[in-house]
């Protein structure tokens, strides 16, 4: 799991029929946390807004963590952080 910040979000009118209905945001990962690119899309299904820190789930894991084992999901948003003292 890593943390990172919302920054954006996208709209996507075409994809997967197992997609459709739910929300994409463009994630900042956070410096120390990075394994790859510093930013990456992930699904939200807990409501995160632009600005707020989040742990988002990678792999097998985010799609069984947003409850969507069948759908090509790659990252998901799985906490929205209320007190990250050290995150920066």
Do not use: W
Request: hydrophobic share 45%; aromatic share 2%; glycine share 14%.
């Amino acid at each position: 799991m890593i943390a990172g910040k919302v920054v954006g979000s996208v709209i996507s009118t075409r994809k997967c029929e197992n997609l459709v209905g739910n929300k994409f945001m463009i994630v900042d990962v956070l410096d120390h946390m990075q394994t790859s690119g510093k930013q990456l899309i992930a699904i939200d299904k807990i409501g995160a807004g632009i600005g707020e820190y989040v742990l988002v789930a990678q792999g097998s894991a985010a799609r069984i963590g947003c409850g969507m084992s069948d759908a090509p999901i790659d990252a998901a948003i799985v906490g929205i952080i209320d007190d990250g003292t050290g995150l920066e």
